[in-house]
C-alpha cells in the first residue's frame, strides 16, 4: 500500500529526495541551522518535505489522465530545442534559428515548402534585427559570423 | 489625497497621449485580441513570451504594450468561447454557458458585441478601483514592518496555492519549489554565495523571468504537443453583421455589468484568484439575483455571458490593487509584470506610491485608455476577431518556441538563461502531468526574497523570538488567515 502510494507520487518523492540534499548542503554554510545564509533554505526545505509526505499520505487523483496525451511528440520538440541550445554556440541565433524553425515546423506537419522558407529565414532576420539594432541586445554570434552579412537598418 | 491623485490623473493623461505609447497600446490590444482568440494561447504565455521586447522601452512605455496584452487576450477569450465552445483563455470559461447557446441560435454577433461592451464596463470599473483605493491601502502599508511584511508574503503563497489548483498540497510544494529556486545566488543579507558552484552565471541568482517563460511558455507548448498539435484546428464560417450593439441590449447587461465589475475587481483582488475564479463567481451570482428571466440562464442569456466577461475583466485591475501596494501578485500575469518593472529597477510595494506616483498613475491612466481601445476596436473587429479562431495552432508553437529562447537570450545577451527558461519549461510539463499548478511557483520566486529579508530582520529584531510576529495585530492577523487556508482544507479533506 505504502509502496503504491510512493509509485503513484515520484514527484513528491524526487521533491523531498532534492530537499533532504539542500538541507544537508545548507547546514554547511557559515550560521547555517540559525539566521544564516542556509536558515531560509532549510526552513522551506522543510515545509517541502512536510508537505510532499503530505500529499503521497493524501494520494489525491489530480494529475492528468495519461492516455489522454502522447508524450512523444513533446519529448521530440524538446530533443528539437535542447539541440537548438546546444548549437547555439556554434550556429550563433541567426544560423540556428534558420535551421531550428523548418525542422520544428515539419514536426508540426506544416508541408508547405513555401511557408517553411518563408517562417525559417524570415522570422530570424525579423528577430535579428529588432533586438540587435532596435533593442541593442548581443545575440549570440557564429563561428563564422554570417550575421554581419546582413546590412545595418538605416537608423 | 484627493487633489494629489487627481493630479497624478492629469499628468498620467499627459503622458500616455504621447503617441508612441499610444501606438504601442493598440498594438499591445490587437496582439492580445490575436493570442486571447487562438484557444490554449494565454494571456500569460503571451505577455512571458514578448516581455522582452519591452526591456529597452520606458517602463510606463512597457507596461502599456503589456497591459494591452492583457486587457485584449482576457477580452477576446470570450470570442472561442461563444463560436466553438471553447474559451481562448481560462478566464473565458463561464462565458460558454450562454454564449454558445446564443451563438448556435445564430446570435454569435449580439453575443461578441455584448462581451465587449462587458469586458470594457467591468474592466474600467476595475482599473477606476486600482486608481482611487490602491492608494489608501499602499498609505496603510506604508506602516508595516518586517512582521507585516513576511506575514503578507506567507499569505500571498498560502492563498495561491490553496486557489490555484486541485490540491492544496501540490499547490503548497510548487509555491515551495520557487522559493527554493529563489535562493540560488547571493543572500542578500550576508552575501554569501548559496547554491551557485562557483558558476558565474548563478551568482546573481536564477533569473526569475527566464524560468517564468519557461512556465508558461516551453511547458504549454509541449503540453501542446502531446495534446497533439493538430487537434484544435477549427473553421468559423459563422459571419458577424453589425457594429454598434442595441440600445436594448446595453440596457439589458447595464446593470449586471456594473454589479459583476465591482465583484470581479474585489475576487481579482486576492492573490491567486484570477479571472476565471472572478468570472465564475459573477456568473453564479447573476444566476442567484436575476430569477425568472427569459431565456433562461445556460441557454442564451445574454446577460450570463455580461456578467462572466464583466467579472473576468474586473479581475485584471483587481490583480493590480495587491500588486502594486504590497509586491504581492495577484496572479500570474501580475507576477509578470513585476518582472518587467524590476528589469527598470522599480519595485512594486507601498514607497512606490510615494517614489513613482508619475510612473503610477501613467500606468493606472493608460490601462483605462486601453479598456476604451478595446471596447473601439473590439466592436469594429468582431467579424475579423472571429477568423482569427481558424488559424492552425502548428505554425505558431515554433514561433513561440523561438520567441522564448530569444527572450531568455535578451535577459543577459547569454545562452545561460535560455537554458534555464528550457529545464524550467521540461519542470514545469512534468509538474503539470502529475496535477502541480504552476501559479504559485511563479508567486515563491517573487515572495521568497520579501518573506526571507522580512523574517530573518525580525527575528534578528526579537532576537530570534517569534514574539515579534504575536505582538503585532496585523502581522498576527495575516499570519492566522494564512494557517486558516491551509488548515481548513486540509481539515476537511481528513473528514471526507
Not at chain 1, 37 to 60: E, K, M, N, R, T
Not at chain 2, 222 to 231: E, H, P, S, T
Not at chain 2, 409 to 431: D, E, Q, R, Y
Request: aromatic fraction near 10%; proline fraction near 6%; charged fraction near 10%.
Amino acid at each position: 500500500m505504502a509502496l503504491t502510494k510512493l509509485k503513484s507520487n515520484p514527484l513528491s518523492v524526487i521533491f523531498i529526495l532534492v530537499s533532504v540534499v539542500v538541507i544537508a548542503y545548507a547546514t554547511r554554510f557559515p550560521d547555517g541551522g540559525e539566521l544564516g545564509p542556509g536558515f531560509f533554505p532549510i526552513l522551506v526545505s522543510a515545509a517541502i518535505i512536510v508537505f510532499a509526505v503530505a500529499d503521497i499520505v493524501v494520494d489525491d487523483d489530480t494529475e492528468l489522465e495519461i492516455s489522454d496525451f502522447s508524450m512523444v511528440p513533446a519529448a521530440v520538440m524538446f530533443g528539437f530545442l535542447t539541440a537548438y541550445l546546444l548549437l547555439m554556440p556554434y550556429t550563433g541565433f541567426l544560423v540556428g534559428t534558420m535551421l531550428f524553425l523548418p525542422v520544428g515546423l515539419y514536426y508540426s506537419n506544416i508541408r508547405s515548402k513555401l511557408m517553411i522558407t518563408v517562417i525559417s529565414i524570415g522570422l530570424p532576420i525579423v528577430l535579428f534585427y529588432i533586438f540587435s539594432d532596435l533593442f541593442m541586445v548581443r545575440l549570440p554570434e557564429a563561428i563564422i559570423p554570417v550575421s554581419r552579412l546582413l546590412p545595418p537598418l538605416p537608423l | 489625497m484627493i487633489t494629489m491623485v487627481l493630479n497624478d490623473i492629469s499628468h498620467g493623461l499627459a503622458n500616455v497621449l504621447d503617441p508612441t505609447i499610444l501606438a504601442l497600446m493598440v498594438f499591445g490590444v490587437l496582439l492580445g485580441i490575436l493570442m486571447g482568440s487562438i484557444p490554449g494561447m494565454t494571456a500569460t504565455m503571451t505577455i512571458a513570451v514578448l516581455l522582452s521586447f519591452t526591456f529597452t522601452l520606458e517602463p510606463a512605455t512597457g507596461m502599456m504594450l503589456l497591459l494591452g496584452i492583457f486587457g485584449g487576450a482576457v477580452y477576446a477569450g470570450s470570442i472561442p468561447a461563444i463560436l466553438i465552445r471553447t474559451p481562448g483563455t481560462p478566464s473565458a470559461a463561464a462565458t460558454i454557458f450562454d454564449g454558445y447557446p446564443l451563438s448556435q441560435k445564430g446570435e454569435a454577433g449580439r453575443a461578441i458585441r455584448m462581451s465587449t461592451v462587458a469586458s470594457f464596463i467591468g474592466g474600467f470599473i476595475s482599473v477606476l478601483a486600482l486608481m482611487f483605493l490602491s492608494p489608501l491601502i499602499a498609505d496603510a502599508a506604508l506602516r508595516f514592518r518586517s512582521p507585516e511584511f513576511f506575514a503578507l508574503a506567507l499569505f500571498g503563497l498560502t492563498i495561491i496555492a490553496s486557489v490555484s489548483g486541485d490540491s492544496l498540497t501540490k499547490g503548497m510544494i510548487s509555491g515551495l519549489l520557487g522559493m527554493l529556486i529563489a535562493t540560488v545566488g547571493i543572500d542578500p543579507l550576508t552575501g554569501y554565495q548559496r547554491f551557485t558552484f562557483d558558476v558565474p552565471n548563478l551568482m546573481g541568482g536564477i533569473e526569475f523571468i527566464a524560468v517564468m517563460i519557461g512556465l508558461f511558455g516551453i511547458a504549454e507548448g509541449l503540453r501542446k504537443y502531446a495534446q497533439g498539435i493538430d487537434d484544435d484546428q477549427n473553421q468559423i464560417n459563422q459571419k458577424i453583421t453589425g457594429v454598434l450593439p442595441s440600445l436594448s441590449d446595453i440596457k439589458s447587461i447595464a446593470p449586471i455589468s456594473i454589479v459583476s465589475g465591482f465583484i470581479g475587481s474585489l475576487v481579482g483582488a486576492i492573490p491567486g484568484a484570477g479571472g476565471d475564479i472572478a468570472s465564475f463567481i459573477t456568473y453564479n451570482e447573476a444566476t442567484r439575483w436575476l430569477k425568472d428571466t427569459t431565456p433562461s440562464f445556460g441557454e442564451g442569456n445574454i446577460r450570463g455571458v455580461a456578467a462572466a466577461e464583466s467579472g473576468n475583466n474586473a479581475s485584471t485591475g483587481g490583480a493590480l490593487i495587491p500588486t502594486f501596494t504590497l509586491g504581492i501578485p495577484g496572479d500570474s500575469v501580475s507576477a509578470l509584470l513585476i518582472g518587467a518593472l524590476m528589469v527598470h529597477n522599480v519595485t512594486p510595494g507601498p514607497e512606490l506610491y510615494q517614489d513613482e506616483s508619475g510612473l503610477l498613475y501613467t500606468i493606472f491612466v493608460g490601462f483605462l485608455l486601453i479598456y476604451v481601445i478595446i471596447l473601439i476596436f473590439g466592436l469594429l473587429g468582431a467579424n475579423y476577431w472571429a477568423r482569427l479562431i481558424n488559424i492552425p495552432q502548428n505554425y505558431v508553437w515554433p514561433v513561440i518556441f523561438v520567441l522564448c529562447v530569444i527572450g531568455a537570450i535578451a535577459l543577459s545577451g547569454t545562452v545561460f538563461n535560455a537554458w534555464v527558461m528550457l529545464a524550467a519549461g521540461g519542470l514545469g510539463f512534468v509538474m503539470r502531468f502529475r496535477g502541480y499548478p504552476l501559479a504559485p511557483m511563479v508567486l515563491g520566486l517573487i515572495l521568497a526574497p520579501i518573506a526571507e529579508a522580512n523574517l530573518r530582520r525580525s527575528l534578528d529584531i526579537s532576537g530570534g523570538s517569534l514574539d515579534i510576529f504575536y505582538t503585532s495585530p496585523i502581522a498576527l492577523t495575516v499570519i492566522l488567515l494564512s494557517i486558516a487556508t491551509v488548515a481548513v482544507p486540509a481539515i476537511r479533506s481528513v473528514r471526507d
